[in-house]
């Protein structure tokens, strides 16, 4: 069989997977409004795709502040935690398991997506290059992310239990564990990279102090869950969101180690840019549990870094985006539908819960 390994079945932490197929985290600009509940509509969506190994959900912002996208779900209000039970209740009751993604922008956002129309926050008050995505009378408009300003010393705890209360709201929403979003140049990101994060206090300068803010939240919300439900995605060399650092590589390495020593469920690594074997042998001999990788893989490269021991599963985006039924069509070596990019965000059922199964 051409997908052997894809379709075995792992141990993710405290989870039993079927087989080694996720769904990527993919932000689908749907929630309902107001509020940003999940609808009847992203029930079905998820609902579709639940012969996943694992769905992880697109992200979904902790708090207001950290929302830098008009239309993307929150886990803050207990309409949403309402809204996400009925997703996941359509998951298990199809034989699926999911995990939701904790985000929080950080510097990517716009005043007009803020609490009172403030600055969003950051590590330091650098603008990134990059945009935010704004619903206003004007109608839809890409806009550019603002300058932030640096949160303050004494924020930082706030900051921790706001993921802590998130990830307990998860639990009431009935997820089978979570997943920490420290990828793609959002707030955690932000403070890893030497770029972004110019602070002078205990959570920057050195490589051990960019770190200590993901590795609180990560016990905070390993607190809640069990390390062993508990994930953290990461995009080491990634420059998306207008990420530099010049210390990636060490920082994957320290935080392989210290995430190992915690006994988190996975480590999972977005392949913005390939990635050197250096780098993937470094990080696999230091943290213990499963790797998943993402990064525009199709099926025989899969299959092959499976067989290099080097991740134990792949997560799909745009190919789950397009084809509901992927683990089937892995297993019939049948061809995949194409994704429709102009209904990537936004919108109704349309590109969304209508792209066909195998006849
Ligand atoms: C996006 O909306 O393009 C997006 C959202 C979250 C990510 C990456 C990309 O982590």
Do not use: K
């Not at 769905?55 to 708090?63: L, P, V």
């Not at 950080?106 to 008050?125: M, T």
């Amino acid at each position: 069989m051409a997908s052997e390994r894809l379709l075995s079945p792992l141990t993710l932490g405290q989870l039993e997977l079927p087989n080694r197929v996720v769904m990527a985290p993919l932000t689908r600009s749907r929630a309902g409004q107001p509020g940003d509940v999940p609808t009847p509509l992203n029930v079905e969506y998820y609902r579709q795709r639940a012969s996943a190994g694992l769905i992880i959900s697109e992200g979904s912002q902790i708090t207001p502040q950290g929302q830098g996208y008009s239309l993307t779900p929150g886990i803050y209000s207990e309409a949403q935690v309402a809204g996400w039970r009925a997703v996941t209740e359509a998951v298990h009751a199809a034989g699926g398991r999911i995990f939701m993604q904790l985000w929080h922008v950080g510097r990517i956002s716009h005043h007009l997506l803020q609490p009172e129309a403030g600055a969003p926050v950051a590590p330091s008050a650098i603008r990134a290059e990059s945009q935010s995505f704004v619903i206003s009378a004007e109608g839809a408009t890409l806009v550019p992310c603002d300058t932030p300003r640096a949160l303050g010393s004494d924020e930082l705890p706030q900051l921790v239990a706001d993921y802590r209360a998130a990830a307990e709201r998860a639990q009431a929403a009935g997820f089978d564990g979570v997943e920490i979003h420290a990828a793609n140049g959002y707030l955690l990101h932000q403070f890893l990279a030497t770029g972004s994060n110019q602070r002078d206090d205990a959570y920057g300068g050195s490589l051990e102090r960019r770190a200590r803010l993901l590795l609180e939240v990560v016990d905070a919300v390993s607190a809640v869950w069990g390390a062993g439900r508990v994930g953290v995605r990461l995009s080491p060399f990634g420059p998306f969101n207008d990420i530099s650092d010049s210390e990636a590589q060490p920082m994957a390495f320290y935080l392989a180690e210290a995430l190992a020593a915690r006994q988190i469920a996975y480590l999972h690594i977005n392949e913005q840019v390939a990635l050197s074997d250096e780098l993937r042998h470094g990080v696999r001999q230091r943290f213990g549990g499963a790797i998943i990788v993402a990064g525009s893989y199709d099926a025989p490269r899969a299959e092959a870094i499976l067989a290099s021991g080097l991740a134990d599963a792949v997560a799909f985006g745009r190919p789950y985006i397009a084809n509901p039924d992927l683990v089937a069509r892995l297993a019939a070596e049948a061809p995949w539908n194409l994704p429709d990019e102009s209904t990537f965000y936004g919108g109704g059922a349309q590109g969304y819960t209508d792209y066909p199964t195998m006849a």
